[in-house]
């Protein structure tokens, strides 16, 4: 069976729009502590259903969230290539799957402390830096980085809040990744 064209498939489900947003914020990105964003509210309504059938109080109060381009600093913990997902057009291709991130305040937090934070195959290809091994390196040498992007509420996964995340908000996609080098932050 032959996929559908991305963009056409993806009209059709509006969590999927956010998740493959390619453009900055022409607002530019907006510093944000890590524990602020690890603390978001979640609005009351919010469920694994779709978002058309959440409360309309709800949903503009995540809109709003969720219009945010935002910055944390951090650490890297773990990174997984995501299985076949809607937003990707259940893509058995591994080079059109997103790395699932693990982004912690501290280098020894567990993964319950941290946000998922996601690059996506759209914003990888034009970062041919951010491969797996890459990311791995980060996450083996412990340093710091500074991650830009949207923010997003991802309703698919509040059971795991507490066992391996912090919150359902995450930064996804991720479009900008810096380390702190020398003193000094410089784009990955």
Known sequence: MKQQPFSIYCEKFGLNV??????????????????????????????????????????????????????????????????RESPNCHSIDQADRDFHIWLAN??????ADAIVVEITPRVRAEHPSWTSTNIGRLITNKTQVRISGWM?????????VGKTRATIWEIHPILKIEVFVAGKWQEF
Request: charged share 35%; proline share 9%; net charge negative.
């Open 152 to 160: 997003l509420l991802d309703p698919e996964h509040p059971d795991q």
């Open 106 to 111: 501290s280098s020894d937090d567990e993964k």
């Open 18 to 83: 956010l998740k493959n947003r390619t453009a900055s914020s022409p607002d530019g990105f907006k510093p944000m502590h890590f524990d602020d964003l690890a603390q978001q509210e979640v609005p009351d309504g919010v469920s694994k259903k779709h978002r058309t059938k959440w409360p309309e109080e709800t949903l503009n109060s995540v809109k709003s969230e969720e219009m945010k381009a935002v910055q944390v600093p951090g650490f890297f913990l773990k990174k997984k290539l995501e299985g």
